[in-house]
């Protein structure tokens, strides 16, 4: 870290003095044309001692050379790579605890798994993936229908506690539904801490937390953006979906919370998505992950920290619940500030794994080169490779960005489905119809990288019998794209390909 200040340092220090000293002798016009050309320059200089992925690098450094006013400014508020969120004495004492608390779970292996199994839950451990389970129950939850109707059931039998973490949460019908269930429980006793993404619900208001508050809820916001350092920490933010109750139920996926999510929206109608209910040991590693961020975005937030350490409190929040499955579970995260990448490693040594088909769903499909190789690679070994976009998008540059990448994997043996009915949201991943993964991470470099992210693996479960159902179901309302097609698409939405692609390392 240390370092990284004196790198910043030194060539904002060069770069300053330049501009000075032309600015006392008079020359007010070089002042800025110099400007233009050092400060970008400079930025240049960082980028390329960050050593990011060469798909970054070439992206920030043509983005600088040809707007290099505004490309400072987007590199201000979205390219600073942090390498560890910050902290102090307190958060740094919970951690421990949190830590020493989660330690059992983490250091569990299951060697009841089928070798293959046990071999890839043993690699993305290694890559920081949480311990295997196999005293977890898990239920798909297909759509908003089944989702918030569960969601609502469990909050509404809390007697200890219910921990709720969203990046988007709307204020609607949906939202308001929920926050009045959190309610409910306050006045029943329940403690109730209630997190959302500063920038994902930049529009949740105090009109909305105000009554949350008044009933005594536990709220902070994760990263705001009021915060003076919003401009370093706008390109990272907390997608992760977590609901927690007493520490034994557990809900994450690929659902935010609005009237959209749940079919009520006017522009995409009905919206597919995926969630997941857990129940079991496996929810210490939601609730781990979510007291993590907790303790972080007290940092930021107003209200009074609140303390774990010195006492037992925060074993209460771990109680032993060890529930029958029929399967393994393993709870993998990352972020921005983690030492790998591990869910995109996990999903490729899921990919590597494969001995006869990967099947994905993603709404932005924006690979790095290792992937895209990987499952050109599959296709080519004759694995039934079949990946599941939208048919009609939400982002202008995500859509064609995601299309830019559909050529290469269709000549080399991918079948790419579109969902045309309508949106599809859901976050999945199955390798040979045994290995699932369901969360919140999408296919692309933004969540493998810059946000912070949560995937549960599932191995020979009931749950990856029932992904296995929906993604036929997804498959037979859906369009299979033929290279034919693809190469007769217009020309404008070759250009718009082109456009999208460029950027898509930024996106």
Known sequence: MRNRILQFALVFLVAGGIIWGLYQLGYLFYVLTISATVVPLAVIMIIFIENRTAESTIAWFLVLIFLPILGVIIWLMFGRNPRRRRRNRRSHDERKLLKQAIRPVRSLAVSELPPNHLKLANTIRNFGGGGVDVHTASDILTNGEETFPAILDAIRKAQHHVHIQYYIYRNDETGKAIREALIERLEAGVTVRFMYDGLGSYMLGENFLRPLRDAGAHIAAYDPISSPLFIFTANFRNHRKIVVVDGKVGFTGGLNVGDEYDGKSKKFGFWRDTHLRLEGRAVKELQATFLDDWIYAQIESSDTWETFAGDESIHQYFPKHDVASDGAIQIVTSGPTSKDPAIRNA????????????????????????????????????????????????????????????????????????????????????????????????????????????????????????????????????????SNDYVKRPLRFRIFESLSRLISPLL
């Open 347 to 482: 999903l490729i040594a899921a990919i590597i794994a494969a001995q006869r088909s990967i099947w994905i769903a993603t709404p932005y499909l924006i690979p790095d080169n290792e992937t895209m190789t990987l499952l050109r690679l599959a296709a080519r070994a004759g694995l039934d490779v079949r990946i599941l976009t939208p048919g009609k998008g939400d982002s202008f540059t995500s859509y064609y960005g995601t299309r830019s990448y559909f050529g290469p994997l269709l000549k080399d043996g991918v079948k790419i489905y579109t969902y045309n009915r309508h949106f599809i949201h859901a976050k999945l991943f199955l390798v040979d119809g045994k290995i699932g993964a369901v969360g919140t991470a999408n296919m692309d470099i933004r969540s493998f990288v810059l946000n912070y992210e949560l995937m549960a693996f599932l191995y020979d479960t009931e749950s990856t019998e029932q992904l296995e159902r929906d993604f036929i179901a997804d498959f037979d309302v859906s369009i299979q794209l033929s």
